[in-house]
């Protein structure tokens, strides 16, 4: 309703997605995507879960009933060499992801970001903005396009190929 309420006022919309909370799965994270797609929102932001400090899910409790496992990374942005008192330091903001558990492997993980990837360039960057509207036209599941180029590039020699291997690589060496 919200979708069709903010076409009628010509407004964009917008929603998010987290990947890796407990219980996710390739099968759900894929679905929920569809949903959010083929619903008409102009703009999904998938994000990864985050292990807040001081929160239920960062608890060993919550890591091990999910058998989380879980990296670092360094915020985009969020680092600096400064100076203090005449004393020069770095400054790092850095944030705990999960990137597993019980329900989701590492593998899957990986898979569901490059599924990520394909959103952001084929329905968030509104470069198939008339292909869509033709999709759209003929009831056609946009999200069921997006999917299928996804798969015919992980699964034959193409030439985007490389662009997704690049993505995972980037995916897992800014980790630790």
Partial sequence: EIV?????????????IILGLPGDTVEAHTQSLKSVVDAG????????????PQTEM????????????TKFR???????HYEF????????EFEEICIADSTLSHEDYLNCRELNL???????SGM????????????????DLIHQCYLSIRNHDHVLSSL?????????????
């Fill in 128 to 143: 198939f903005k008339e292909l869509h509207g033709f999709f759209q036209f003929l009831k056609i599941s946009w999200f």
């Fill in 41 to 52: 929102f102009n703009v999904v932001r998938m994000y990864q879960m985050i292990l807040l």
């Fill in 58 to 69: 960062a608890e060993p409790e919550s890591r091990d009933k999910y058998q989380l496992q």
């Fill in 74 to 80: 360094i915020n985009p942005r969020s680092f600096g």
């Fill in 164 to 176: 997704y291997d690049r993505f995972r690589e980037g995916s897992i060496i800014g980790l630790w």
């Fill in 85 to 92: 008192f005449d004393e020069p330091f770095y400054s790092v």
């Fill in 118 to 124: 394909s959103i952001e360039i084929f329905h968030n």
């Fill in 4 to 16: 069709k309420n903010a076409k009628k006022a010509e407004a964009n919309t917008y929603t998010e």
